[in-house]
């Protein structure tokens, strides 16, 4: 069965427009970064949109829920910027209850030399294999339940609730 | 609980020798790629030996599942050229059975620019956490049991054994 | 005799911000892009500022300009930020016509991947080598004169101005 | 005036072959280097060979001297392997003494993270556009007379013959 991969912007995509010195969204670099990883996974890739997660607005958050509910695969990771990817996840959770969900990002984009995106898309798209369904986030190493994480803006990490 | 870290060398490490032009091993890359990776589990790495695995010897290979046996942990990544993985991956198998033992490695070595290892260490990574006891390997994004596994040598990929 | 490195900031030396998602300056990457380069030059390197060349004021160009003015060396490299790079250089002409002086600069960060620092460099370390007393600048890998050059925003690229 | 650029190999264009754990030849990464440096350029690129310096022949070197005599433009960069650059450099003089030949390399392959091969290209290309007629070497930041120069093949540089 093949996982679906919904791409919906964030720092994992920006790039870096030499023009104008600023960073911005071209194309989405995952089908590079699948070929880097040499991924065999039977993986459909879809651009819901290419957005900066601060400014994703209620109707884009429920595009992306749309494709989740519509997609025939059981199996979901959603590329997502880090600073509103939780209140996605609320979402999806509430919308998509029969589906394994697993969203993930990254602090540095891509295209730079130092990114973690690499290491967080081979995270996610392994514990979206094994996990049965709900929602998870998929961020340092680590695989939190939507419920209890949250993004600790001043270290740049993200970090259980306390339950 | 903490997850360990064994290393045995593979393409995964090795290192350009601008003296002589050939390959060669110095140090793991292991803890620039958890830095790299903005990975925040609780990680315990060893280096158990730095070698090619196709010179890995017996005595290597018995090395390798002491130290899995002899681990406080219950979750290890031991990190592993490909061409005899699946070898190391059996003995495992049969001397450590009450872990969970996730093997992994790289095409390309990571100090090269192209290399799979940073997808395949996050990956490896994720399902250690998830997986219950048993010996698996982690490449091209998927997960293999140690005994319906075989590297393609022509192809460069591992595969599943047909049943 | 050695040769004298100024570093003013400039794109070369941007960095990304993994907190708040924007470009800064924090060191240079000077000394670590001179150690790839495997650069045997006797280069003595100084940071003058770290500054974004459309923040540059007057007060900081004529800090440059007593930089040039006071070292001892004969032959000077520049590293800029393109947007007032022709500015600066004029300045260095009228107020140090006994040196050789080349800026030079980067369209993107050295940082990033994509970077045309490490070439930027190369080629302006081996142009004040050479050229006679007068101020250049070196990009795309030619040298202009500062009173013949501009930089065409458009395409991102240093051009001659038609004499 | 075009500069032409003659691609013979060496380190500077070797890759890693993953399916074999060696090094070899594909194609030259000089177009994506001269792409990245944003060199603007009139730049004429022939591959010659490709061919490890250590294995190359007298009828090679007669090869690449035969293309720098044909060759309609006065300044030629040589791309080689380093450890007999400095042999071709002396064939170059005896045969072609009316052409600026600057010959360079690298000391790991452009296709790894550490080269220093943008450096030396941006470092050639500039040399031959000032110098006068004659073979020289540029390696290292530095510019070398074919005939006061040699390789440190301990320290991995190239360094003045003491006159």
């Given at each position: 069965m093949a996982i679906r991969l919904l791409i919906s912007g964030g720092t994992f995509d920006k790039e870096y427009d030499e023009l104008t010195g600023t960073l911005f969204f071209k194309d989405t670099h995952i089908q590079e970064m699948l070929r880097l990883g040499r991924c065999r996974l039977d993986v459909v890739v879809r651009t819901v949109m290419m957005v900066d997660s601060l400014e994703m607005t209620d109707a884009d958050r429920e595009a992306i829920l749309a494709n989740c509910r519509q997609a025939p695969e059981k199996q979901i990771v959603v590329t997502h910027g880090t600073d509103t990817m939780v209140e996605t996840a609320r979402l999806l959770a509430a919308g998509a209850p029969d589906k394994t969900i697993v969203l993930t990002g990254a602090?540095?984009?891509?295209?730079?030399?130092?990114?973690d995106g690499l290491f967080n898309l081979g995270s996610a798209l392994s514990f979206v294999q094994v996990l049965p369904p709900g929602v998870s986030i998929a961020m340092n190493g680590r695989c939190f339940s939507w419920d209890r994480v949250r993004k600790n803006t001043a270290l740049g990490v993200f970090e259980e609730i306390p339950g």
């Amino acid at each position: 069965m093949a996982i679906r991969l919904l791409i919906s912007g964030g720092t994992f995509d920006k790039e870096y427009d030499e023009l104008t010195g600023t960073l911005f969204f071209k194309d989405t670099h995952i089908q590079e970064m699948l070929r880097l990883g040499r991924c065999r996974l039977d993986v459909v890739v879809r651009t819901v949109m290419m957005v900066d997660s601060l400014e994703m607005t209620d109707a884009d958050r429920e595009a992306i829920l749309a494709n989740c509910r519509q997609a025939p695969e059981k199996q979901i990771v959603v590329t997502h910027g880090t600073d509103t990817m939780v209140e996605t996840a609320r979402l999806l959770a509430a919308g998509a209850p029969d589906k394994t969900i697993v969203l993930t990002g990254a602090m540095v984009p891509y295209a730079f030399g130092s990114s973690d995106g690499l290491f967080n898309l081979g995270s996610a798209l392994s514990f979206v294999q094994v996990l049965p369904p709900g929602v998870s986030i998929a961020m340092n190493g680590r695989c939190f339940s939507w419920d209890r994480v949250r993004k600790n803006t001043a270290l740049g990490v993200f970090e259980e609730i306390p339950g």
